[in-house]
């Protein structure tokens, strides 16, 4: 663990900024967007091929990489009883989670004679990103799945790196299975994100992509947001740990350790006002096998807890655990972080698997304006406005003088159209079918 000095640790959050921009990845990935929207299917064997080994167009006769019944029916045979329960006892726990917190406000408010709200429905079809390379990423088929259903989207599909067989991790196909995916390809990196934000003859074009990725996957993402939605731009996992004397260094030492082994560009960091505390995970984790300076591991050595939380609140953590004495005293504290986790039995690798909310979850100092992805994620509101001849005739007098304001003629015509007396008879009192707000 590398222990820094408070301005150091600034410095450090500071540099991330324009860590998802390179140049020339945007150049290169936008080339290959434009490629699979030109080619389809072809430019993703093409891609495949060239990127993950698997030649699907010559050894099997066509675009042959959506994942067939028999391949899942396969996978479920492949899988342990103990892996299968684990998927299954996942599943149910986000299943739980976003029922149980998802927009359910639907009734709008009567204001005055009249009804103002906002009505909320599930887009049509989401597609999911579920990493392979390294290792197969079983949890973010559940992760994401399962919001997505919950929602109520109808059609949810899914790209996954192929394995150098041609296949994918059989666990990943159970989880899709379990979670409630209706079709899966064996297609990964940017050229999916290409085929899932404007199809293919094979893979659909979806209204919603979700899911982490590598740097390829992010700057694709990003470059097709406007013709398709995406959750958010995936970085380097991190989480911040905020401990005192009455923590399980232990604890603290196996969770830090667990964050870098996301990868080489994993960021932990413990802040602590106790430098007591410091140097004994500091130690632990170089028993444990941790370089003595790894610099992905930083130990802050904060004066107070207010100024420990205001690191936390600049550093904007991905997860954010927090192992003190009176952890009650320190959430309303927290202003900025994608999942905050409280007391040692809620370390950060509980809330990757089985917890409940989504592991999908801001990073890179996103946490200060946005969220972790949840069901409300796959909806969206329509403004809605009933009005009635008394109710809007206010309203409308308002409108058409700010319309002749903007010289917009036709605006404040149309307007005043219906503030005359002939503008017909007052409508009869009405009843909201969504809401039973009564209306006159």
């Not at 080994?53 to 103990?82: H, I, N, S, T, W």
């Not at 940017?190 to 003859?201: L, N, P, R, T, V």
């Not at 982490?212 to 996992?237: E, H, M, Q």
């Not at 409108?399 to 404040?412: I, N, S, T």
Request: glycine share 12%.
């Amino acid at each position: 663990m590398k222990v820094l000095g408070k301005k150091e640790f600034v410095e450090s959050l500071q540099a991330r900024a324009g860590a998802l921009y390179d140049s020339e990845l945007v150049s290169t990935v936008t080339a290959l967007i434009d490629d699979v929207r030109k080619r389809g299917d072809c430019a993703l064997i093409e891609y495949t091929r060239r990127f993950d080994g698997v030649d699907y167009g010559r050894r099997r006769g066509g675009a042959q990489f959506e994942v067939k019944p028999g391949e899942l029916e396969a996978a479920y045979e492949g899988v342990d009883a103990a892996a299968l329960e684990a998927i299954r006892f996942a599943v149910d726990r986000v299943r739980e989670y976003s029922r149980n917190t998802m927009t359910s406000n639907t009734r709008p408010a009567q204001v005055g004679p009249g009804v103002l709200g906002r009505v909320y429905r599930a887009v049509d079809s989401a597609g999911l990103y579920i990493p392979g390379g390294r290792k197969p990423y079983i949890s973010t088929a559940i992760m994401t799945a399962v919001p997505a259903r919950v929602a109520g989207v109808r059609t949810v599909v899914a790209c996954t790196p192929p394995r150098p067989d041609g296949g994918v991790d059989p666990h990943i196909l159970v989880a899709c299975g379990e979670a409630g995916v209706d079709r899966i390809f064996k297609v990964g990196g940017a050229q999916a994100i290409a085929a899932m934000a404007y199809g293919s003859e094979t893979v659909p074009r979806v209204d919603k992509i979700v899911g982490p990725g590598n740097r390829y996957v992010t700057a694709a993402k990003r470059l097709v947001y406007g013709d398709t939605g995406i959750d958010s731009l995936a970085g380097p996992s991190e989480v911040a740990i905020l401990a005192d004397e009455t923590a399980n260094l232990d604890w603290v030492a196996a969770d830090l350790f667990a964050q870098v082994e996301h990868g080489a560009d994993s960021r932990a960091a413990l802040l602590s006002t106790s430098a007591g505390v410091i140097g004994e995970v500091g130690r632990r984790l170089m028993l444990a096998g941790a370089e003595e300076e790894d610099p992905r591991v930083v130990g802050v050595l904060c004066d107070s807890l207010a100024e420990a939380l205001e690191l936390v609140n600049r550093m904007a953590p991905e997860h954010l655990q927090v192992m003190t004495v009176d952890p009650i005293e320190v959430l309303p504290l927290v202003r900025s972080a994608g999942a905050i986790l409280i007391g040692g039995y809620s370390p950060a690798a509980l809330g990757d698997y089985a917890a409940g909310p989504s592991h999908v979850l801001p990073t890179g100092g996103a946490a200060r304006f946005s969220s972790g992805l949840t069901a409300d994620d796959f909806m969206v509101s329509s403004s809605l406005v009933w009005g009635s001849r008394t109710g809007m005739r206010a309203p409308a007098e308002a409108a058409a003088v700010l319309a002749d304001l903007e010289g917009f003629v036709m605006h404040a015509r149309a307007l005043r159209a219906r503030l005359g007396d002939g503008a017909g008879p007052e409508a009869a009192e009405s009843t909201f079918p969504g809401g039973g707000v009564g209306m006159r």
